[in-house]
């Protein structure tokens, strides 16, 4: 999963932006940090340069900040907010491990170079320094510079190296966690202030549950891309929690697909988009496409099914135990949809899932949809995603568009499903 999609401003400076911000005076900011006035007037020229845009109007009475530093002075808060929070967690490390934390580590003003910063996240991504080293195009030795540097720096033990292989400690993921939720900040900063000079720019990125990724995101994203070429997608894979976890971090910006319940995650918004069912589905002329199908049919049909534990073979396993029936045969294990659609047009195997995801094939008639209604299969297609003040504005499109495209697609294929009959027990 590739972290921190946009780039960040220099983050050296910005405890002396914040300050400049909150003091409305450089002369005020440089008595505050102990710093000269021409260093301070030199790391706010830096920042502007850095971003290409003017942060402060300079006046006789001291600096205003512009609406691009207004932008900027709120991520930063909401940055800081996150170092702190991390910072009083790991002080009660420190506490039970009878530990004295260093006095003021430029960790939680997230005063380090932004280069240590980012081997530090390649590093936990592909935990091989020589595959970081290759993607920073930069040496081994020095990938292990920088991690070292940036421990020390924080008087914490981020990796074990007890082992030949370099592991980050929990506390190492634990601060990794909120550094990657601040730095997220700042991403979104950066695309706030192309829109505010009307540039719609930046990286979406989406995990994609199987029914969003098949049906709904492509016809959202062609659509946001006709409008808004500038900005950029990229989809994600993998199990729910990997991707819930993604977004919390601030990797995604939003997660589309079938949601099992996310209490654990207090300050994601879920939204359900619309209610799907799990179908049968099967090639056309199959023998089971009639409309007396019993239970026993099904019991002896031969399956292609996502592997155990997803939500469709749970969901699946579920509605057969509740009509007394022996869980399905399974005969190819797939979650990749053209294995199945190969599977389902050239044998007798059928397949559960939501009709949208085979609907080229079902409008064509090359594939059917079974007459026949599993029980306790209904389960709600959503949109997962960060509160409005922490999503970008490409996300807030995106998300804008996946529920017009419900509106103008989904409901439009449910108007045109086949009969559904009842599963005859007898």
């Known amino acids: 999963m590739t972290s921190q999609r946009n780039l960040i401003p220099p983050t050296k400076h910005l405890r002396v932006f914040y300050t400049v911000a909150q003091q409305a005076s450089m002369s005020k900011a440089a008595e505050e940090l102990r710093r000269a006035p021409s260093a301070v007037a030199n790391s706010i020229h830096q920042l502007e340069a850095s971003l290409q845009v003017t942060l402060f109007e300079r006046t006789t009475r001291g600096v205003i900040l512009t609406e691009a530093g207004k932008i900027l002075a709120r991520r930063v808060e909401y940055a800081f ?7 009083a967690k790991l002080d009660e490390v420190h506490a039970r491990n009878g530990t004295t934390p260093l006095r003021n580590p430029p960790i939680y003003s997230l005063a380090v170079n932004e280069r240590r910063l ?10 091989h320094m020589g595959e970081v080293a290759k993607q920073m195009q930069i040496s081994q030795p020095a990938v292990s510079m ?41 991403g979104l900063a950066l695309s706030e202030i192309a829109a505010l000079n009307g540039v719609m720019e930046g990286q979406v990125t989406i995990g994609a549950l199987p029914f969003g990724r098949a049906y709904i995101l492509p016809m959202a994203i062609a659509r946001i891309h006709q409008k808004y070429p500038l900005l950029r997608f990229t989809t994600v894979e993998g199990p729910f929690e990997n991707l819930v976890n993604g977004l919390w971090c601030g990797d995604l910006d939003l997660v589309l697909g079938p949601l099992p319940p996310v209490e654990q995650y207090a300050d994601l918004l879920r939204e359900d988009i619309f209610n799907d ?6 090639r056309a002329g199959h023998p089971l496409a009639q409309d007396h199908t019993r239970l026993q049919d099904l019991a002896a049909a031969h399956w292609v099914l996502p592997t155990a534990g997803t939500p ?21 294990e797939s979650s990749d949809l053209s294995m199945i659609r190969g599977l389902l047009l050239n044998s007798d195997l059928i397949t559960a899932a939501s009709r949208h995801l085979f609907e080229p094939e079902i409008r064509s008639g090359s594939l059917v949809v079974l007459p026949m209604e599993l029980p306790q299969t209904r389960r709600h297609i959503g949109i997962l995603r960060r509160k409005q003040e922490h999503s970008s504005p490409g996300a807030q499109l995106l998300i804008e568009e996946i529920r017009a495209t419900r509106m103008a697609g989904v409901d439009a294929a449910d108007a045109t499903c086949p009969h559904t ?5 007898s």
Do not use: C, Y
């Open 81 to 87: 907010e996150e170092m702190q929070t991390v910072r």
């Open 118 to 127: 980012a081997v530090w996240i390649a590093f936990a991504e592909r935990k």
């Open 146 to 186: 920088a991690l070292r540097d940036l421990e020390d720096s924080t008087g914490l033990t981020l990796f074990d190296r007890s082992t030949s292989v370099v592991r980050l400690t929990s506390v190492g993921e634990l601060l990794l966690m909120h550094v990657k939720r601040a730095l997220a900040q700042l």
């Open 277 to 282: 069912r799990i179908a049968v589905i099967a």
């Open 312 to 332: 469709t073979r749970e969901s699946l396993q579920f509605a057969f135990q509740s009509m007394g029936v022996p869980e399905p045969h399974v005969t190819v």
């Open 421 to 425: 009959l009842v599963i005859n027990p």
